[in-house]
């Protein structure tokens, strides 16, 4: 029922639990062509930046940097992508797939600070693109783990061929997840915690809502092995706050990306918790809300920054030009490089750096202002933001004097500061985000996972198609 709901709430002007939302039909954009250049470019990111001899998938590019473990997750989920839409065969994919996970599974875990991979079945957040080793002393990474936990299952899922490489990647993938030891991460129950480093032990924070852990506290309560309490949905979904912002009442995290990870993976639409059940709505009303109102806050600009409109707008978790408090138009701006941008009732973070991820990632909760926001981005700003690879990761157009220095990127006077990197936890929701809207496709994958399934029921979801 709330399946179809929210799709009534886009035609009608209204949306379950009535909060106003747009007025009209919600247009179709399924068959743009602009769609079609906007996931070809992004999936060649992914596949031309890969290390093909581990499958290790740079944090950004072109500057020279360590893997990303999230980046992995979302480079799985693009290589699927890429055989549904043409772009490589299903034998490439498979063989690049089973490559990663051949690395993943076989790589050093140990206690030991160096010259590992992980421990315990978690991985280090960044991982040196050649050896796979932790890169310096970051931390082993929940959350990013999570991330890559997601593109490893939806490939279990994908492919189903009885040939050696689809069987083998279905074999490591379970393999992967298995010795995932929850429980051990579990430093303050029931919280499952940020991270753990061998030189001062677990991180003094722990995953608390609402924000991407979503999709981590699934796959801990799902496991086959090492699964969290039930109760650690409840405590989660406690520390949640119900706020309203610019006329949408939801659940509040500031960034988008807390809202779209998550959903990357697991359809949320028809679905609910105790907590959803409460409000009358699902997580994927919930997102739809966050979005429209941080599309408005953009129109309304407080901060009075420059360019910002009705199809200008999007803040999230990316680089940004300087980290120094600057005068520019007559205004004193503090600026910041890489930052979680956002803004809802609990707080704003806005600098005026725009990331086309923001709307990208939120296609498939409001087309109708994410698809005119990436399009018109293309067109009024043109070379500098869209390149080989899709959109570069941020822009700025307040910041654009070129006697400014950036610490990053380059300032085209009199237009904007652009980025020069391309960041694959950016690119990933772009891709992903893309292909549910157009598809399904991830979404339908992940229905299967029993995995998915038990971690969902055990956190207390029912209706749609868990039944």
């Known amino acids: 029922m709330l399946a179809r709901l929210w799709l ?9 639990g009535g909060t106003a939302t747009l007025a009209g039909p919600v247009p179709d954009y399924r068959a743009d062509p602009f769609l079609d250049t906007l996931e070809t470019r992004t999936f060649r990111w992914f596949w031309d930046t890969t290390n093909p001899q581990n499958g290790l998938v740079p944090d950004r590019w ?51 600070a160096a010259n590992v991979t992980g421990y315990k079945g978690f991985y280090y957040h960044f991982l040196n693109m050649d050896t796979g080793y932790r890169f310096q002393t970051v931390e082993l990474s929940t959350i990013d783990t999570s991330l890559l936990l997601a593109g490893i299952l939806t490939c279990r899922e994908y492919f189903t061929g009885s040939d050696p490489a689809e069987s083998a990647i279905r074999a490591l993938a379970d393999s992967i997840y298995a010795r995932v030891d929850w429980q051990w991460a579990v430093a303050n129950p029931p919280y499952v915690s940020m991270g753990w480093t061998p ?98 806050y953009a129109v309304a600009n407080p901060g009075k920054f420059r360019d ?47 990331a086309p991820t923001a709307a990208g990632g939120s296609i498939v909760f409001a087309p109708e202002l994410s698809v005119p926001a990436l399009k ?40 904007a500061w652009f980025d020069t990197d391309y960041l694959g936890i950016d690119q990933g929701p772009i891709i992903g985000m893309v292909e549910n809207y157009r598809t399904g496709l991830i979404w339908r994958l992940m229905r299967q996972s029993p995995y998915i399934r038990i971690g969902l029921q055990r956190a207390g979801f029912a209706g749609g198609w868990l039944r």
């Open 62 to 112: 072109p500057t020279k940097s360590f893997s990303s473990v999230a980046a992995i997750g979302f480079g799985l989920t693009a290589d699927i992508i890429g055989v549904e839409r043409g772009y490589v065969s299903r034998a490439d994919a498979a063989s690049r797939v089973r490559t990663t996970l051949d690395f993943l599974y076989h790589a050093p875990q140990s206690a030991d």
């Open 199 to 296: 030189e001062k032990s677990f991180i003094p924070a722990d995953w608390r809502g609402y924000d991407e852990a979503m999709l981590l506290y699934v796959l801990a309560l799902g496991s086959p092995t090492h699964p969290v309490s039930p109760n650690a949905w409840a405590a989660w979904t406690s520390t949640y706050q119900w706020r309203d912002f610019y006329g949408q009442t939801h659940v509040n995290f500031a960034p988008l990306f807390g809202h779209q990870y998550s959903q990357l993976w697991i359809d949320f639409r028809g679905i609910q918790d105790a907590y959803m059940r409460g409000r009358g709505i699902d997580y994927f009303e919930n997102s739809r809300r966050a979005t429209i109102a941080q599309h408005d």
């Open 308 to 354: 910002y409109s009705t199809t200008i707008w999007g803040l999230t978790a990316s680089d940004g030009p300087i980290d120094s408090t600057v005068i520019i138009d007559g205004t004193q701006r503090a600026l910041h490089t890489y930052m979680a941008r956002g803004a809802d009732a609990t707080e704003i973070r806005d600098d005026g750096t725009i």
């Open 376 to 415: 018109a981005m293309r067109a009024k700003y043109g070379d500098p933001l869209f390149g080989q690879y899709g959109f570069l990761d941020a822009f700025n157009p307040t910041y654009h004097d070129a006697r400014l220095r950036a610490q990053m990127g380059t300032v085209v006077d009199g237009i």
């Open 8 to 16: 009534f709430a886009g035609a009608l002007g209204c949306s379950a």
